[in-house]
DNA sequence: ACCGAGGGAGAACGTTCGGTCTCTTTTTAT
DNA sequence: ATAAAAAGAGACCGAACGTTCTCCCTCGGT
């Protein structure tokens, strides 16, 4: 039936169970649905889940890494166009309202998992963490060769607007919440 | 013992129930806590739980109700020292900032209910939204006194900037984000 | 003196949780 | 051809979940 092989990592259900937990994740929760939901959903049975996940919190990680990358990647995307510096910022910044007015968008990823993992210690926490502060980076790197100075203050500034703007673009006309972050961005882009 | 009546709405117990709900909650989330570790620590019997609230989602509601009564007593307080529009703003923005300074913080209580309760047609989610309906609907007054216009656009960059600020309050050095968003709302009130 | 509400103590309910187990069948690699 | 790995099917575990229940004691108001 498959033309490819079934390498450990890359097997078919493995992937058909990342995708459902990542969907049902995404739109309901983490804490609120259990694994059988998600086994049965993917059309997996409970042995082959934890043949490949430890258990439900590495299911979560995965889940993170997943959307971590997908996002790298977009970013990643938008640089290797190579648009001059402050167009580079926007076109991010376009591809976050996209996001936000797609159907289906339900906030932030990180943001979201981190509301249901508040202790710092835990591995899920951790990872929001981690994605938090590659981007950062990433937009003091990008406000930086717009010009912005100082290029700390201004990427704490677009991040900062950026959570809002995930955070409420599920709880208010995502329309209007696209209109004002860009207003907000080119706010930050203008010279002081 | 006690020296007041014990009128329904307003019994010790249930005081002592809702409070140590509330710090639990909020600390800790809403999925992750069962109503054991509840009664537990407000040394309270479940009979008694059950006798002042029809279940859990009551219970969560009744905290939720608590916080919007508090954030809006904040606003009100600030209103009432009749200062200079521009300085109410600044003034609701400082009491903001010293929220998330202060040690204990883990966001905002309604973003956090509503990563919990993505349902949009869940009391829980509904009252998430009535409480930002109302804050909205606040900045743009305060900032409309304050000379912003159009002041529409200005009360949403406000709130987005403070979704963000209260966000990633608990995820990054709070004395960075406070001072970001401070800096940015002197933006908003800077007259373009 | 009395009655009813509030509260404490705790057993019990059925359900769901995350996780482990055995057994069989299919598939792939050598 | 054959052994190892992957997957399906489903029983099973102990624990925790939210909820309801009975029983008893202690008050406060009439």
Redesign the interface.
């Known amino acids: 039936m498959s033309a490819s092989t079934t390498g450990g990592r890359t097997s078919e259900a493995r992937t058909r169970l990342l995708s459902t937990a990542t969907r049902i994740f995404y739109?309901?929760?983490i804490?609120?649905v259990g694994v059988d939901r998600i086994i049965e959903e993917a059309q997996v049975t409970r042995a082959t889940l934890y043949r490949h996940f430890k258990g439900k919190e590495e299911l979560v990680l995965a889940y993170l890494l997943q959307a971590d990358q997908a996002i790298r990647g977009q970013v990643e995307a938008v640089r290797a166009q190579e648009l001059p510096a402050p167009d580079t910022v926007r076109a991010v910044a376009r591809t976050i309202t996209e996001g936000i007015r797609s159907s289906g968008f339900?906030?932030c990823a990180f943001?979201?998992a981190?509301?249901?993992?508040?202790?710092p210690s835990h591995p899920v926490h951790q990872a929001?963490?981690a994605h938090?502060q590659w981007f950062?980076e990433t937009a003091v790197e990008l406000l930086d060769q717009a010009g912005c100075t100082p290029a700390d203050?201004a990427g704490?500034?677009f991040?900062?607007?950026?959570?809002?703007?995930m955070?409420?673009g599920?709880?208010?006309d995502p329309a209007?919440?696209s209109e004002?972050?860009l207003?907000?961005v080119e706010?930050i882009l203008r010279p002081a």
């Open positions: 739109t309901e929760g804490h609120s339900r906030g943001l979201n981190a509301a249901e993992y508040p202790d929001v963490l938090r950062l203050a704490r500034h991040v900062m607007l950026r959570d809002g703007a955070a409420a599920c709880l208010f209007l919440i004002t972050f207003h907000g706010g």
